[in-house]
């Protein structure tokens, strides 16, 4: 655990410069807001270690797959989410000497979040190796109330003389991916221009052709002189306008650069007058005014989705970390995105969806913002459901059967991991169950009747064909896969995939039989009835076995682990680990938390007690999973050092990974962790449920949640609870075992 930052309940701020913690920090103070974010880099020249990212959201490069020995069915690359135009740069030259605080003498430093209202600002005061004193401010969103367009304002000052100031802000499109395969080069067809006096840079992506168009409007101001004024084309990718003029000790020169970005995929006209229309509106209104309308966004959000905590800064900053990043990351504004599990905060993993979406982050969106925003997120994957039977092709499967992709852009599977690719395929289900779940929680069955129905039955289709029939068992097994647990491939009968086939086959026979519209034929339900009925699941003595043959390792606790080969993965060889008993995440207990009124409270105990210490959380999903289940059973001590390590998980960067980039879709476990965990929601009988209970560190904690069009605030404390409704009409919830009428 790396613990650099300051508590505070709205706050992230790093007082100290470390070049050590500069990776770390840009990741956990990056920006966004749906369209297009970055990482936290400075705006001057930095000569330290930086990985420097700016992404616009959707835009991707199918880079050639890099394999050691080609298998049929591979996809044919990898979807990386591109690093794009460099638009937040500014070089500042002083006195003679570039400003560049990896070769200065830094006096002071400041770094904060604003999370209530979307704000990264900086302070600094250095002295140049030239002797001069120097004071910085420096401001920066990107607008949440008109996600083209981002702003900074900079503000220096010398502190012991005179200062003659050059400076260049630029818009740069030399730009690299960190995980290109082959060196490859993404960007092509460069183009900078002047119009009006405003300088514009674009380009287009090889092979998918998207194109993006970035333009920028400066305004200094000084206290001082300012003598030149100019703009320039570097070359045919930066363009840059020039500035120069002086200033007197304590006097202040402040630049507000305003830049629009749009994107051919999001933005339907891509013309320039189109964007220096509305550039010169949005820079018109001025900084402050722009703040204002962007930060009155971020109030109405956090009405709905804020958590607050009473008695614990450590655990109030962390969830309030979390839910900001998810909303920097998805709106629900357009139907081509999804959620990336790094988000705008780095360029690992690629693809713009995993099963995280259904399974961890619907729940978020559903109870924070409109049912539409949750919807986009289902219609994402009935778009893609041609692509998912496709897929399926590809690998044998028939008769419409689909195997939705592990990553994906545009539906096509693009994970290049054989153990990933062909076997993780419980994420089938995880979409399959996202359908059950929206229809229960909003009450909305019309895309269950229009659209969900069909992927339902797709997936139905794939599930019926994969097993086989043991004769030894008398039942049906599914071999060759991987659960949740990537820390076990090519097993057979993972426990939890073999539930969730069984419970989707079922579920989709109960719909078609409500709906009586004729789907499939009798023959089809008889042969998926049969699959259902005999389906095989691995147990002994009341725990469900994570697969066959698990008890055949040596089932050492996790704590018996040296601290100094901890985290595994980055320590043991993969063969050690594979034969290892340890879990790197929610497996087993995945599927208990899906389907916890399926089975009575002791046997939810008896798994974790088998599991948990067993589990080394080595995967950002699991330990907020296991946080839900321990409160469920009466562990609150373990639910709150689990709810800890998944709130905090990258701001103390647990796993020491956090200078690739957050674990966005993992957050929106952190809300499930205090709302169904210490909150205890739950939907039964058609009725919110809420079995409370409240850590020792609390003294209370209040959060909201939007049910079938109506806003729930619920304080628990050690008084009580008490739930009262805001908006909407009457309804019935129940709190442990006493139903209450709100209204």
């Keep these: 655990m790396i613990n650099y930052l300051k508590e505070h309940e709205w706050k992230i701020i790093e007082t100290n410069y470390d070049p050590a913690h500069m990776l770390r920090s840009e990741s956990i103070f990056s920006i966004g807001n749906g369209k297009m974010g970055q990482r936290a880099n400075f705006e001057e020249d930095y000569s330290g270690p930086s990985l420097r990212g700016s992404y616009n959201a959707g835009i991707y490069y199918p880079d050639k797959t890099r394999v050691g020995w080609w298998k049929n069915g591979y996809p044919e690359y990898f979807a990386k989410v591109l690093n794009s135009i460099n638009w937040i740069g500014m070089s ?61 304002q900079y503000e220096l000052m010398p502190l012991n003389g005179e200062l003659n100031f050059n400076l260049s802000s630029y818009l740069d499109f030399d730009v690299h991916n960190s995980d290109s395969n082959y ?88 013309n320039d007058r189109a964007l220096l229309e509305t550039l010169s509106a949005f820079h018109g209104r001025e900084f402050r005014k722009n703040y204002d309308r962007h930060k009155n966004e971020w109030a109405d959000i956090w009405k709905t989705a804020d958590i607050q905590i009473e008695g614990d800064v450590r655990a109030q900053q962390g969830i309030r970390f979390n839910i900001f990043q998810l909303y920097q990351t998805y709106t629900g504004k357009y139907d081509q995105l999804n959620i990336g599990p790094k988000g705008f905060t780095g360029e690992k993993y690629g693809g713009a969806t995993y099963w995280d979406t259904e399974a961890y982050c619907l729940p978020f969106y559903m109870s924070t913002a409109s049912k539409e925003v949750a919807l986009q997120l289902l219609l994402y994957r009935y778009n893609q459901l041609d692509k998912a039977i496709e897929n399926a092709e590809k690998l044998g499967f028939t008769n419409g059967a689909a195997l939705y992709p592990m990553v994906t852009m545009n539906g096509e599977e693009c994970h290049n991991e054989w153990e ?3 076997e993780e395929i419980h994420r089938n289900g995880a979409i399959a169950y996202a359908i059950y779940n929206y229809t229960r929680y909003t009450g909305d069955d019309r895309y269950l009747h229009d659209k969900g129905i069909e992927v339902l039955i797709a997936i139905s289709r794939f599930w019926v064909q994969r097993v086989n029939w043991s004769s030894e068992k008398k039942k049906y097994v599914m071999l060759g896969v991987t659960g949740p647990n990537e820390y076990e491939n090519n097993i057979n009968n993972n426990w939890y995939t073999n539930y969730l086939a069984k419970w989707t086959i079922d579920y989709t026979l109960s719909v078609i039989n409500d709906l009586d519209r004729g789907f499939i034929e009798d023959s089809e339900k008889e042969a998926w009835t049969r699959v259902s009925n005999g389906m095989y699941f691995p147990e002994e003595n009341g725990v469900f076995l994570q697969q066959d043959g698990f008890l055949d390792k040596d089932l050492s606790p996790a704590s018996e682990i040296p601290k100094d080969q901890r985290p595994i993965n980055q320590h043991w060889s993969w063969d050690r680990i594979l034969r290892s008993v ?113 850590p020792h560190q609390w003294s209370s904690f209040t959060f ?12 628990i404390s050690n008084a009580g609870t008490d739930i009262s409704l805001e908006k909407g009409s009457p309804v019935m919830v129940k709190v442990n075992d006493e139903v209450r009428e709100l209204k």
């Design 183 to 270: 060196d490859e080069v993404f960007w092509e067809k460069f183009e900078t221009r002047e119009v009006n006096r405003i300088p514009i840079c674009s380009s287009q992506t090889r092979k998918t052709g998207f194109k993006v168009v970035a333009a920028m409007q400066n305004t200094l101001e000084t206290e001082g002189v300012l003598s030149k004024n100019s703009i320039r084309k570097v070359s045919d990718k930066k363009i840059e306008e020039h500035f120069e003029g002086s200033v007197s000790k304590g006097q202040k020169v402040t630049i507000v650069k305003s830049v629009g970005i749009l994107n051919s995929l999001l933005d339907t006209d891509m």
């Design 420 to 422: 990933i690719t062909f």
């Design 92 to 152: 500042w030259n002083l006195n003679g000497e570039t400003l560049d605080l990896n070769q200065c003498d830094v006096l002071s430093f400041k770094r904060e979040l604003d999370m209530q209202n979307g704000l990264l600002s900086r302070f600094f005061e250095v002295r140049l190796s030239n002797g001069l004193l120097i004071q910085a401010n420096i401001k920066r969103f990107v607008s949440m109330a008109d996600d083209r367009f981002g702003t900074i």
């Design 582 to 694: 340890y879990i790197k995440q929610a497996d087993v207990l995945q599927g208990l938390y899906f389907f916890e009124d399926h089975f009575k409270l002791d046997t939810l105990s008896k798994n974790f007690d088998f599991y948990e210490p067993l589990t080394v959380h080595e995967s950002s999903l699991s330990p907020c999973v296991h946080s839900i289940l321990a409160a469920r059973i009466g562990q609150p001590d373990k639910a709150y050092q689990l709810y800890l390590n998944t709130s905090r998980l990258d701001l103390d960067d647990y796993n020491n990974e956090v200078h690739e980039g957050l674990h966005i879709t993992s957050m929106a476990g952190t809300w499930m962790s205090v709302v169904q965990g210490f909150g205890g929601l739950r939907i039964e009988d058609n009725m919110l449920v809420f079995r409370p209970m409240i």
């Design 704 to 715: 909201k949640v939007l049910f079938r069009n109506r806003l729930l605030s619920v304080h």
